[in-house]
């Protein structure tokens, strides 16, 4: 995911604005990180946002209600280009250059540089051409299905995440990119490593895949020029006449839909397969009637939302949010959409997984729309192909195995720690019968 500016130098003043009686917030907390929800709920009771101090020192403002969420998203007060030094990183070697360049992204820019980038992004996802990935969608869904028959009858159980939720989003913004079959494994293996902790990988291994990102995206945007495929992000660089994207911008934009678009969606199927899995009831519902996978999906954004907080934003200046909250200029601030998505001013029970809510001819018409994409200028470019993506791959893995169950306790499946994307790190799963005696609780 995006790398956020870092937090801990931006805000370091002692707690004199702020409730005093606000726990330290550890978002590498494993408890923390498998179930945030009633920490946030203890916020959302505070007011529209607290000032939270963090397990590293810091502090950070955190939105947690549905109007103040959307408003904050929708106000330029709060930036999103980060400020002067923040998030650089250090050094200057041709890894910590690649990664300078390719964070230039238009998440990470402010209007008039944002609008401008977004304009010229915006004709590439119409949904004619989103919608046209449909079959290649299905085929790569069959194809990793058919990869899992083999796997299950080989070891007995797989994880789906590893099987399915994470390698399908990587192979749709192969795709997406115009990136050929050969080169995805590369792709993903880079991607991974950037994604994940300097110290859990050998020396080198994150430098050498941002470098390794920097050349392919450099190598991939002449080729393009050179000879455009169908893909979106040919399109994209086909205009680059006056005012198109420069080599520069091309880069961060490959980079962004790469970063963007596969840890989302690969949550957003991770929690999907865990809820239905422990709402059998919900799964047999959506097998009966396939008209129900759209609500399924829309509930699982809601529920689980796979962007827990949208990428961090700074005031410009004070901002006064009502009920006697007034944030300073140069404040770090996380609208945490999951929290506003559990709103219970907004939505009925919100701590149950109901697709009916969003069902057409049910409660559909009556529920507030989800945050889950974001809201204001930055709302995600990509929400169609990730509805998409998960409205095929969902009912196609279901209607695959049949008899799918949890080999684990799903209160017990440990959960990517932070606070910017949140699903479970695994589901393993099995089409075996369960050993006698084996209990598996919803
Ligand atoms: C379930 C999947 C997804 C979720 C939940 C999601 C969510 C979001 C959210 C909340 C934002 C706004 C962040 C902010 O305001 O800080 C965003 C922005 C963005 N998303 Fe997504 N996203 C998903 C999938 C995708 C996909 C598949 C793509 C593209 C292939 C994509 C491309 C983008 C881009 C380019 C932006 C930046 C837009 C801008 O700055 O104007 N997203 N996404």
Redesign the pocket.
Known sequence: MIAPPDVAFLDVAPPDIGPPDIAPLDPADPVFARDPYPYYARLRDQGPAVRVPLANGTYAWLVTGYEPTRAV?ADPRFS?APPQGAGQPKGDSPAQRARACLGRH??NADAPD?TRL?RL?TAAFAPRRVDALRQRIEELTAGLLREMVLRLRREGSVDLVDAFAFPL?VLV?GE?LGVPEADRADLREWTYRVGSPADALEPGAVDEAWSGLYGYFTELIARKRRAPGPDLFSALTQDATDGGLDDGELLAMAF??LF??YE??M??LASASLLLLTHPEELAAARRDPGRWPAVVEET?RHA???EG??WRHTTQDVDLGEGVVIPPGASVLAV?AAANRDPRHFTEPDSFRPARYLAGHEGSRTAPHA???H????????R??RL??RIALPQLFAAFPRLHLTADPAQLPYRPGLLVRGPLSVPVTTAPLPAGTTVTA
């Open positions: 998203l999103n238009m998440l944002h977004r992004t989003p913004i997406v962004l839909l963007a678009g989302t969606t949550n957003l954004l939302s796979p962007l949208t990428t959409l889950a994409f974001g204001g200028a930055h709302f995600c470019l990509g929400s192909l990730a993506e998960a």
